[in-house]
Nanobody, 123 residues
Framework: VQLQASGGGLVQAGGSLRLSCAAS????????MGWFRQAPGKEREFVAA????????YYADSVKGRFTISRDNAKNTMYLQMNSLKPEDTAVYYC?????????????????WGQGTLVTVSS
């Protein structure tokens, strides 16, 4: 599975952005997907995850209530709607996919990673 993230950019605090992650390749099987981010000088951290069936979603406490993860399996695309952005949300955002139908925040269970897209939130 190849993943292509897009939608990053520069936004003022309180603003919104929507990230997309397009999957290609072996997409006929069920796979969970997730978003991670890495801020300068920090380790990569979990942001949100969604199951293959779009029934289950899981969020990091830091983004709960502000970010919404979704997916359109017909388009092989996952989204991350980010509202009420804060300067501390500034990071490179990565999308990931697993061969499992649900993995939540377990980084080691994600098998495929896309390149990052930079989100910068100015104060």
């Amino acid at each position: 599975v190849q993943l292509q993230a897009s939608g990053g950019g520069l936004v003022q605090a309180g603003g919104s952005l929507r990230l997309s992650c397009a999957a290609s390749g072996r997409t006929s099987s069920s796979y969970a997907m997730g978003w991670f981010r890495q801020a300068p000088g920090k380790e990569r951290e979990f942001v949100a995850a969604i199951s293959w069936s779009d029934v289950s979603a899981y969020y990091a406490d830091s983004v709960k209530g502000r970010f919404t993860i979704s997916r359109d399996n017909a388009k092989n695309t996952m989204y991350l709607q980010m509202n009420s952005l804060k300067p501390e949300d500034t990071a490179v955002y990565y999308c990931a996919a697993s061969d499992l139908a649900w993995v939540a925040a377990e980084t080691r269970r994600y098998d495929y990673w896309g390149q990052g897209t930079l989100v910068t939130v100015s104060s």
